[in-house]
């Protein structure tokens, strides 16, 4: 899994390519966004276009990071979900408590 930051104004993109799975990759996410947390950077827009497989650990870090960040006073919202991650949303009913957007000029002009 390959994971990268970017700023767009105060919301903080976070690009993730690859699988979200467990082990090292949800470590790595987890590490990622508990790092950023603690510099401040509490608006999270989780970039999924490049997921392939989330499995449940995954699923969690990716609940993990919503309610840590909301703990912080911002919030943490998906961008570009696919298919696979937006059935697990709905399986789940996830899909009512994390707001998703396919577009990125909307999704950081929501915050």
């Not at 987890?30 to 401040?40: A, C, D, I, P, Y």
């Not at 990716?62 to 960040?69: C, G, H």
């Not at 919030?75 to 957007?101: C, N, W, Y």
């Amino acid at each position: 899994m390959e994971l990268n930051t970017a700023q767009d104004g105060r919301v903080t993109v976070v690009t993730v390519k690859g699988d979200l799975v467990i082990g090292d990759p949800e470590a790595v996410f987890k590490r990622t966004v508990m790092s950023l947390l603690e510099e401040g950077k509490v608006d999270l827009l989780i970039d999924c276009s490049g997921l392939r497989i989330v499995d449940s650990t995954g699923l969690g870090a990716l609940v993990r990071a919503l309610t840590t960040s909301q703990n912080e006073g911002g919030s943490a919202k998906l961008l570009r979900v696919g298919p696979h991650l937006k059935k697990l949303l709905e399986i789940t009913r996830l899909d009512s408590v994390f707001e998703t957007f396919d577009d990125r000029e909307r999704a950081v002009s929501s915050f």
